[in-house]
């Protein structure tokens, strides 16, 4: 396990480096305001909105995320042929995202809204939908996916919306494919180099549920052999990170964070530095310390949030020693 200072030198090695970026993308519209009463109507709370602000949700955050930490992602999605997938595209843009973004008249894009009272969310409206992308679109995207040159690792995002299934992963079998899963999907994840799911995904995903650390264990063990995985990363909330491994120890990464205000996003951030940093060519111990870092810094703030270079080293220098244990 690396230094901290080792650790923060490494991040050099991310800068410039391109990583391919599949799966759903959507609009995170946030409505910012304070409560200050109950409507007479129900009872809710009144929100007097003040701002709006948008952000890119799913994929398009994985990729937001990368970009902040210096490397070069290429976007391949789908969305509608609407006014929310050109907002996105602007976004993409603003950012200097490499994409491509296959509209669609069939489908509408994802647009999760969020109404935020005095600091807290108060309701998510979302507007979607999640059925299985049309022949001739399947057609296209996986002609996009088969163009070479992306380099050893692709990275999955999958929210359930259509773009992942059996022929999106099959088009993927020359890459390392590092994999953010969803539940309803978990009956086509198999032969993957790395699955990263959350505690709720893993207890869905594998029919058990986890209340000690022996669950955990004997949950991973289980995921890793049905779904012939090299290896898998589960988060754990305010416990951090397991990380399983074909034939070696499991490793246990205690969070970095101080303060959880949000996780929206956090799995965006985790799949994102682990797949830049393995693109790099970090050992699968040191991405997965920087990722937890990366998750650290991301739900210390409210709405959706990228973790940049900068406040990365400085999350990491102001942390004493990373410490992992062998379970």
């Known amino acids: 396990m690396e230094t901290r200072q080792k650790l923060i030198q490494n991040l050099d090695r991310i800068r410039g480096k391109r990583l391919l970026v599949i799966g759903d993308i959507m609009l995170d519209h946030y409505q910012w305001g304070e409560v200050s009463r109950i409507s007479p109507e129900a009872p809710v709370p009144v929100v007097y909105v003040e701002k709006e602000t948008y952000s890119l949700g799913g994929a398009g955050n994985v990729a937001r995320n990368i970009k902040s930490l210096g490397g070069e992602p290429v976007l391949i999605s789908v969305a509608g042929d609407d006014d929310h997938c050109r907002e996105i595209k ?13 509209s669609s008249r069939k489908r509408k894009t ?7 009272g005095n600091s807290q969310q108060i309701v998510r409206v979302d507007q979607e939908n999640c059925n299985d992308l049309e022949p001739g679109l399947m057609a296209e995207i996986t002609s996009l996916i088969e163009k070479k040159g992306f380099g050893e690792y692709v990275l999955v995002s999958d929210y359930g919306k259509g773009m992942v299934n059996r022929k999106t992963l099959s088009a993927l079998q020359d890459y390392k494919v590092v994999l953010d899963p ?5 009956r086509v994840y198999k032969d993957l180099f790395l699955m990263t799911p959350n505690q709720k995904e893993a207890e869905e995903g594998s029919n058990t549920k986890i209340n000690s650390n022996k669950d955990i264990i004997s949950t ?12 898998l990363l589960i988060t754990v909330g305010p416990m951090g990170m397991v990380l399983f491994r074909s034939n070696k120890e499991i490793l246990h990464f205690p969070t970095s964070a101080r303060k959880v205000y949000d996780v929206t996003g956090a799995g965006d951030t985790v799949i994102a530095t682990m797949g830049i ?6 050992s699968l111990p040191d991405a997965c310390m ?24 400085q999350s990491i220098e102001s942390m004493s020693q990373p410490e992992i244990y062998h379970w």
């Open 220 to 231: 991973g063990k289980k995921i890793m052999k049905t779904k012939n995985l090299e290896n």
């Open 110 to 116: 994802t647009v999760k809204t969020r109404v935020i």
């Open 182 to 186: 969803k539940t309803k999907n978990f």
């Open 277 to 282: 940093c393995l693109q790099a060519q970090y």
């Open 290 to 313: 920087t990722a937890n870092f990366a998750a650290g810094l991301v739900v210390g703030q409210v709405g959706t949030a990228a973790a940049d270079r900068e406040n990365l080293v």
């Open 90 to 102: 602007k976004m993409l843009d603003r950012e200097g995202i490499e994409h491509t973004i296959v």
